[in-house]
């Protein structure tokens, strides 16, 4: 088994959708960035490939090439699974916090797990997503943007995890 950590954030941009671990929340400023700018699905991402040792979201996918520009980061999770799956490794659970002051994350935790654990392809009970606030500090707390943390433990398929 191992394990890896994952970080990202995206400031608010009203003009887009937004769009968190794969859902869409409606009535709400979206989030800048390359790609659909899902934070959720970027931390998972670089949780899985740091578990692996296998690089992150910026060498796998770069936001100077026009492929990932507005990509749907469903597709990219998928992609980051794929390079787990080359290396004999799979999803054994995922773990993530957003912060933020809003929107409530709680309304969405189920959709989002069932989302994630689709695109994984694991069980959605492998999957935990929490929401908090920032108490009102920093840039968080004054509504700039949001910060996701997350850890994927992954294990190896070929010998049954004690890779
Ligand atoms: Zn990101």
């Not at 740091?50 to 520009?69: I, L, T």
């Not at 995922?94 to 392809?121: F, K, N, Q, W, Y």
């Amino acid at each position: 088994m191992r394990i890896g950590t994952g970080y990202d954030s995206h400031r608010f941009e009203g003009a887009r959708e937004l769009v968190l671990g794969g859902v869409h929340i409606p009535d709400h400023a979206g989030l800048s960035g390359h790609s659909d700018g899902d934070a959720v699905a970027h931390a998972i991402i670089d949780a899985m490939l740091g578990a692996a040792a296998a690089g992150n979201v910026g060498s796998h996918f770069p936001s100077d090439d026009d492929e990932w520009k507005d990509a749907d980061s469903m597709y990219l999770l998928a992609r980051a699974g794929q390079v787990l799956e080359a290396r004999d490794y799979r999803v054994v659970n995922v773990d993530v916090t957003v912060i933020c002051e809003s929107p409530a994350i709680g309304p969405h935790v189920e959709a989002m797990r069932l989302r994630l654990g689709d695109v994984l392809r694991i069980s959605s009970t492998s999957i935990s997503i929490k929401g908090k606030s920032n108490e009102g500090m920093g840039w968080i707390g004054a509504g700039e943007g949001i910060a996701v943390h997350a850890v994927a433990l992954i294990e190896s398929q070929v010998d049954g995890g004690s890779a």
